[in-house]
């Protein structure tokens, strides 16, 4: 930090101390990310006794031992045909709405997009009674095919507020040059602006797939704990008991949740991170 | 969370942008209704606004149990949740929650991001780091803790060896709160001051190059320089955070204490849960629901005023 050596010593010590603050925050966050990664290969009395050190040996049966109890392979098979699914639906549903949410600029079109955009302030969660009526009223309470629908419905404010934002820097002379060679509307979106808009595409795939994957709420209350529906994110919490939780295998259960999201991110770092920084300030 | 994400930042922006001029007078066709945002629209009235609606509407309903056929109740569900004593505990809980953990984690954030934005060595690491509690699910994040905590999990193991005594922090009525809040700061922190450094990344260099020359320190060039020119921007990530603590704290609550020992873990948004899919009373539940939807409009009022730029 130190730049010059003649700072006075009440700023050395200040950019120290947001130094310290950063690094700690940093170890605070890395340590138990360690501690739950060696613990899930260890057993209950190795956690307990010596809860940062090494395993004695990297021995992979609290994976097995979890993945049988809550049968996480049936769940993240389910978690990823409904992100999957979802994904899919909130582009179909998104793309032609931003489609023409950037090319009006009549005053419908602004009342229409004023619309989703008060989306954000709707508390979702506090409707989730109503969400399940909504599912027990169509015949689809306990199934994954209710969230798949519900999804796409919270995603959409924040997907159409980004890829209209991306539409709209289109140039229309692009547009006008397709109409007058007869093309139609759905044309112009798909051979026009589709192929401009796929960093913004990118960016509410990935934002969606995070906030899809991660879902607790909604599938703990509208798919239930049917081992043949559940996600991943329901399943995880039934490896803490009330009486003698194993933690080695709780944590090994924790990680194996963790992989998808986490190789994602690691192959996508900069893509990921510039998606959720938008994801925020756009709008 | 990304649901949340952007709630703040279109409320703290009016949503007006002025058309360019001349465009809309071009063609006709333009001035239609934008057909193709139709299936999008009926999707979100479906699924988003009927719910909210229905939310209102039970919450004026004497509704006490799936089975029993719903009445009309007026204010009553009101009166009975304004007489409760887990109304105003829960309330307390969430006020606590927000008035320490909010300004707290806000500060925190701006100081990591000032000190990322430093480009001090090893900033690439910790923007990478930063990140992980955005990735991770509230149930992964949950169990991490859950296995932390318990009496004889990390924190306690940690401060044995020192001769201090841990506790079971979760089951113990004077910390579980502070270990709920203590749970949103860790995830919360990180993803907040990736976005305060965001903006404060477009601060020009020049700028803060010439107030080290006058010989201003690190303390006021973050307070006095960065804050100030990122205060709206803070403003927004305020709101956001706000509205997660308020709104989402129910599902850190139902993985850890569900909301005990006691009351004493019991927010707001954990009460709605809990009256609708433990004790089946409907009413109150949507109308503590519809309470807090008002409390969550007037919380982004407040931050907004606080937080307002100040150029």
């Known amino acids: ?9 009440r700023d050395r010590v200040g950019s120290i101390t947001s130094g310290a603050l950063a690094w700690i925050y940093c170890a605070l966050l890395v340590v138990p990310l360690y501690y739950f990664v060696v613990s899930s290969f260890k057993d209950n009395e190795q956690i307990f006794e010596s809860p940062l050190a090494l395993p004695g040996t990297w ?3 609290n994976f097995g031992t979890a993945i049988d109890q809550a049968e996480l392979v049936l769940a993240v098979a389910n978690s990823v045909i409904t992100t999957v699914a979802a994904l899919v639906l909130t582009l179909l549903l998104a793309l032609p709405a931003s489609f023409a949410l950037a090319r009006s600029n009549g005053r419908l079109g602004r009342f229409v997009e004023n619309i989703f955009a008060l989306g954000f302030l709707i508390p979702s969660f506090a ?6 009526l909504l599912a027990a009223a169509l015949g689809l309470f306990h199934s994954r095919t209710f969230v798949v629908f519900l999804l796409p419905a919270t995603a959409l404010p924040l997907s159409i507020v980004i890829l209209t934002s991306f539409m709209r820097a289109i140039p229309r002379e692009l547009e006008e040059a397709a109409s007058m060679d007869g093309a139609s509307a759905l044309q112009v979106l798909r051979q026009v602006y589709l192929p401009i808009c796929v960093p913004g595409i990118a960016t509410v795939l990935l934002l969606n797939f995070l906030s899809f994957w991660n879902a607790y709420l909604y599938p703990l209350i509208l798919i239930g704990p049917d081992t043949a529906q559940r996600t991943i994110q329901v399943a995880l919490p039934t490896l803490k008991v009330d009486a003698g939780t194993d933690y080695g295998v709780l944590m090994a259960g924790t990680l194996f949740t963790l992989l998808p999201v986490y190789l994602v991110y690691t192959v996508l770092q900069r ?8 994801g925020a300030v756009k709008g | 969370m990304t ?5 703040a930042s279109s409320a703290a922006t009016t949503p007006e942008p002025s058309p360019p001029p001349g465009r809309g007078s071009r063609t006709p066709l333009r001035e239609r209704f934008p057909g193709f945002a139709l299936p999008a629209l009926v999707w979100y009235a479906v699924f988003m606004i009927g719910p909210v609606v229905a ?31 887990k109304f105003w505990a829960a309330a307390g809980n969430s006020a606590v929650q927000i008035v320490i953990g909010l300004p707290v984690m806000m500060v925190l954030a701006f100081l990591l991001a000032f000190y990322v934005v430093q480009k001090p060595r090893g900033h690439k690491v910790m923007r990478y780091l930063l990140f992980i509690p955005a990735l991770i699910s509230a149930p992964a994040t949950a169990m991490v803790f859950y296995a932390i905590l318990n009496p004889d999990g990390l924190l306690n193991g940690v401060l044995r060896p020192l001769g201090l005594d841990g506790t079971a922090w979760l089951a113990n009525p004077s910390t579980a709160l502070g270990a709920i809040i203590a749970v949103e700061l860790w995830s919360g922190i990180g993803y907040s001051a990736v976005l305060i450094a965001a903006r404060l990344d477009s601060v020009a260099p020049e700028i803060v190059q010439a107030a080290r020359i006058d010989g201003a320190g690190d303390w006021r060039i973050a307070w006095g320089m960065y804050w100030p020119i990122a205060r709206d921007f803070i403003g927004v990530v305020t709101m956001l955070q706000f509205l997660s603590m308020l709104f989402n704290s129910a599902q850190t609550v139902l993985l850890l204490t569900q909301g005990g020992p006691g009351t004493s873990t019991t ?23 519809l309470i807090l939807f008002v409390l969550g ?3 982004m009022g407040v931050i907004r005023r606080v937080l307002r730029a100040s150029h």
Request: glycine share 10%; proline share 5%; aromatic share 14%.
């Open chain 2, 3 to 7: 649901a949340l994400t952007d709630v």
């Open chain 1, 271 to 278: 893509q990921m991170q510039r998606a959720l920084i938008s």
């Open chain 2, 267 to 289: 927010t707001l948004s954990y009460l709605v849960y809990r009256k609708a899919f433990v004790e089946t009373d409907l009413g109150y539940s949507q109308a503590v629901g």
């Open chain 2, 55 to 85: 939310m209102v509407l039970i919450g004026f309903l004497s509704w006490p149990g799936m089975l029993v056929e719903p009445g009309f109740a007026g204010l009553s569900n009101f009166g009975r949740v304004f007489a409760d004593e």
């Open chain 2, 297 to 299: 409009l007037l919380g």
């Open chain 1, 59 to 61: 021995d992979f049966s």
């Open chain 1, 127 to 132: 409707a989730l009674f109503p969400t399940f």
């Open chain 1, 1 to 9: 930090m130190a730049r010059t050596a003649l700072r006075p010593l």
